[in-house]
């Protein structure tokens, strides 16, 4: 039997029923987050009035348990509402998946540090989930000294941080650790100049010298196994499957969205350009109608295997049914979503024309931003079709390591 926490009493966002109402509500944003696309890139941080939308929506609560007043809809559903988002402003829906998302990782500490975080239905969280410096055990936690670290999306806005560093003992062994911060606990490095996803704000942090509580911190170990503490407190088995097997579902639909941004801007720009062709002109223009279409196919496979994985992740009634093949091909799935979304956008911005290089070109801005995205570390095909591959055949990854080692 569960352990369910007792509801925390608090002044709660609209709870969301339904997949179709999420995105419904995200499509009733698009025009205003597209309006602000440009303002969005140029101040390099998602706007004060975008997110405080987005709060009122009560999308950030997406994923967030009901327990603590979420909606608790699983990841098909932030994935459908990130896509939709992004078709708009793929920097928008970045940080929205994140910051959404990533509550789940919220959801695997102790519950004080539950109560902590989601207590306040305002406060949002960033993560950062390769933290320098060095953290060790002290009187009541643990203390953090040295940190910093990349790619702190949305973290303007966020009052906490869930950040990944190694825990040091005192005999000096080291393990993974993911801890909990507050906004006191760190600084933010104004260092986010880049060539897409601009208006995502993933700013470095330092972190000098902060403590700890003991109940803001779970291991890594435990999180990869699926046996935190805080996963106990919630009813649904989403909360206790593998962090690996989970996390990238929150940022996977940008880029995706993004892609689609560039077939959306391709296709006004060709129904201009074609509206009083004749058949010699259609003719002529056969390319570049048969790139819009793959591209478009390209982009719908790419969502529906996504769609699939979502629907296996939240459905599942328990995580041990989970095999770590099957684990193995929602990442290979992730990274082929989003490589395929990639390589659909670039066939379009290939014959797109010279005046696509301007920054005025939303398809260019389109563009960037769907390479930038397939850029993280979780798309990358190469790792994703290693261990994919070695699963196929019974072997695992650290077997694979090993005997590289002995060969080099």
């Given at each position: ?9 608090q ?5 969301l ?7 419904g ?8 987050f ?24 009560g999308l ?6 009901k ?25 928008t829906?970045?940080?929205l ?34 933290l ?10 643990y ?6 670290g ?5 973290i ?8 990944g ?18 906004r006191s606990d760190?600084?933010i490095?104004?260092?986010?100049d880049?060539?897409g ?17 003991a109940?803001?911190a779970?291991?890594?170990k ?9 996963g106990k ?9 593998p962090f690996?097997?989970?996390?990238p579902f ?23 350009k ?19 279409a ?32 099957e ?13 395929t979304a ?23 801005a ?13 798309f990358?095909w ?27």
């Open positions: 039997m569960e352990l369910v926490a007792e509801p925390v009493r002044e709660s966002k609209p709870t029923r339904s997949v179709d109402e999420a995105v509500i995200a499509r009733n944003m698009q025009e205003r597209r309006a602000r696309a440009k303002q969005t890139e140029e101040k390099r941080k998602v706007p004060d009035e975008s997110i405080a939308e987005l709060r009122e929506s950030f609560g997406i994923v967030t348990p327990t603590f007043g979420g909606s608790e809809l699983g990841f098909g559903a932030l994935f459908d509402t990130v896509v939709t988002v992004a078709a708009a402003c793929p920097s829906a970045w940080v998946g994140v910051v959404a998302g990533h509550s789940w990782l919220v959801n695997l500490f102790p519950e004080q540090a539950q109560q902590d975080v989601l207590s306040n239905p305002d406060a949002l969280t960033a993560t950062l989930f390769r320098g410096g060095t953290a060790t055990p002290v009187d009541g936690g203390r953090l000294e040295n940190g910093q990349r790619f702190a999306s949305g303007d806005h966020a009052e906490w941080l869930v950040v560093n190694q825990l040091r003992r005192a005999d000096g062994n080291e393990e993974p650790y993911f801890f909990i911060l507050h760190f600084e490095v104004d260092d986010w880049v060539m996803m601009r208006g995502t704000g993933s700013k470095s942090v330092i972190v000098k010298d902060a403590f700890i509580p109940h803001r779970v291991s890594l435990d999180m990869l196994a699926g046996t935190t503490p805080g407190l919630h009813g649904k088995p989403l909360y206790r499957l690996s097997y989970v996390a929150s940022i996977v639909g940008a880029p995706i969205g993004a892609a689609l941004g560039v077939v959306e801007e391709f296709r006004r720009m060709m129904g201009t074609l509206a009083d062709a004749g058949p010699v002109e259609l003719a002529d223009a056969g390319d570049y109608l048969s790139r819009l793959a591209s478009a196919a390209a982009i719908d496979s790419a969502m529906a295997l996504v769609r699939e994985s979502a629907r296996r992740v939240d459905t599942i009634e328990d995580p041990a049914q989970m095999s770590a093949m684990g193995n091909r929602i990442q290979r799935n992730w990274a082929y979503a989003v490589q990639r390589e659909a956008a670039n066939s379009l911005f290939e014959v797109a024309g010279g005046s696509q290089i301007y920054d005025s070109s939303r398809l260019q389109y563009w960037r931003d769907t390479n930038a995205g397939a850029q993280h570390f979780a990358s190469g790792n994703a079709t290693k261990r994919y591959g070695l699963s196929m055949i019974g072997r695992d990854e650290s077997s694979f390591a090993l005997n590289s080692a002995k060969k080099s």
